[in-house]
Every structure is written in C-alpha cells, then in structure tokens.
C-alpha cells in the first residue's frame, strides 16, 4: 500500500528540491572525491517524529527507524532524536554537544526540529521562529562545520490533518519558512519534509492516511506514523538527500521497492 504513493512523492521530490535554493551544486563542486572519502555516518538531531521507539510505545515508529532501508550499508544512521525534544531543549541538555563529541568528517549531521519549538506554553521548549529559533539551528550548522560535518536541514514531516473539504493542512507555523530562510543564507542543503509529506497525505486522502499514522483502538494520533507510515516518510528522506545530491545514487537503494513492515522491530528498552 505504501510503494506506489510513495515512489510518486519521491519523483515529485526531485521537481521540488530541484528549485531549492540551497547551493548544493556549489557546495558539491567544492567537495573532494568521493571515491577518496570513508563511509560516513548519517547523525539524525531531532524530535519524536524521528526518534528510536521501543517496545512499549509500538506500534508509533520514527521515520529514523525506517531510513537504513533506503541507504547502502557503508551509510551508517546514529539516530540522536529524541521525544519531545526542540532546538532549545535538545541544546540545553547538551545533546549536540554529545553528537559533536563523536562526529567526523565527512559525516553528516541532518537537523529535524519544529513540533516542539512550537509549543508557546513551554518555556523550556519554545522559540521564537524568526529568532530563537533560527539560532539555533546556526549552532547545529556550525558545530557540524567546526567538526567537518557537513549539515542538512530538514523542515518537520506534517501532521495529519484536512479540511471538510479533504485538503490536506499546514500546521507547523513560520517555522519550516525560518528554516528555508536558515537553509538559504547558510548555504546549506534543504529537505522540505513539510511540502513532501503534505503532498503525499494529500494524494492518499482523509481515509487513507489513516493507515501510516499511529491509530489504534485507544489512540487517534495524528503526529507520529506507525510502520508504514515511517517506511513512506523515510523513503521521502532519502530520495530528498538524493535529489540534493548530499547522497549519490550509489548511496541509496530500494527507492522503488516495496518494504515490508514487518522489517520495523522495537527493542524492549533502551539498554537493549
């Protein structure tokens, strides 16, 4: 159910990031070879949307979980992202600081954050998007630079949400905006998760779209997917990273394949 969809969304992915204004074929030009780089790691910094789940939160999943799938095994994940976290929460609690630590060069460090910034009443998570925000984000650009990391910024996957009219709708504020705004003026590739993942709940419809989301007899949750939803969201991801060319088509596989859900698994915690 998810592959057709999906593989459209991916080739719409490539029109849309295309046309972003990124400078990635610059920034490109500028690398070395690839043939005399080591395999790096992909560092995911992010929210729940992302994250690791484990056995008692299934059958919620973050599209992290389902990205190895679509990436070539010298491409290693190291997924930081963490529930409920913002740029503001996830800094003050030295989460970068921690992925700094072990990053190297040539790895990458791709940014997700939006959800939780967002929430006004929360001073230990709110920014301001066209202000804290954007600071924020300059720190995860830098610290990566400081380390030769290269950063990629990746505006939040959409909610689920339509109108009586069965449009699908934006709910994430200016922030993916600050963040483009961020993207452009840094120099620095941009995922436009928001516009893909809206798009492809738009092709699916109010009905559908139920099904990749985390719906279940007790719980109607609109936020977070479940496996195949993280399957579709993270399929998304990787044809992005290669339509920016931050990947080459060497560094992903299975665009075009159907992946099993039952490929997703949870640990029982998170010593497991």
Not at 76 to 103: P, Q, W
Not at 227 to 233: L, N, R
């Amino acid at each position: 159910m998810t592959s057709a969809p999906s593989r459209r969304a991916v080739v719409a992915a490539g029109t849309a990031l295309a046309l972003a204004p990124t400078a990635t074929a610059a920034a490109a030009s500028r690398r070395p070879s690839r043939a005399h780089r080591p395999p790096r790691t992909l560092h995911i910094a992010g929210d729940s949307t992302a994250a690791p789940k484990y056995a008692d939160a299934a059958p919620e999943t973050g599209w992290g979980m389902a990205l190895p799938f679509f990436l070539r095994k010298g491409v290693t994940v190291a997924n930081h992202a963490v529930d409920g976290r913002s740029t503001k929460s996830f800094l003050d609690e030295g989460r970068l600081a921690a992925i700094l630590e072990v990053i190297r060069p040539d790895d990458l460090l791709l940014v997700q954050f939006g959800h939780n910034d967002q929430k006004a009443a929360d001073p230990s998570r709110y920014t301001e998007p066209w202000a804290g925000y954007q600071d924020n984000l300059r720190r995860f650009v830098t610290g990566a630079r400081e380390r030769g990391a290269r950063p990629v910024l990746a505006t939040s996957v959409e909610r689920r949400r339509f109108d009586d009219a069965g449009t699908a709708l934006r709910t994430l504020g200016d922030y993916p905006a600050a963040m483009r705004e961020v993207a452009r003026e840094e120099r620095v590739p941009l995922l436009d998760v928001q516009e893909l993942s809206l798009a492809l709940w738009q092709e699916l419809g109010p009905e559908a779209s139920k099904t990749y989301f985390n719906w279940t007899p007790t719980e109607q949750d609109n936020t977070h997917v479940n496996p195949p939803g993280a399957i579709a969201v993270a399929r998304l991801v990787a044809g992005a990273l290669l339509h920016t060319r931050v990947l080459a088509p060497g560094d992903t596989r299975r665009l075009d394949d159907e992946i099993p859900a039952e490929w997703i698994t949870w640990p029982d915690s998170e010593e497991s």
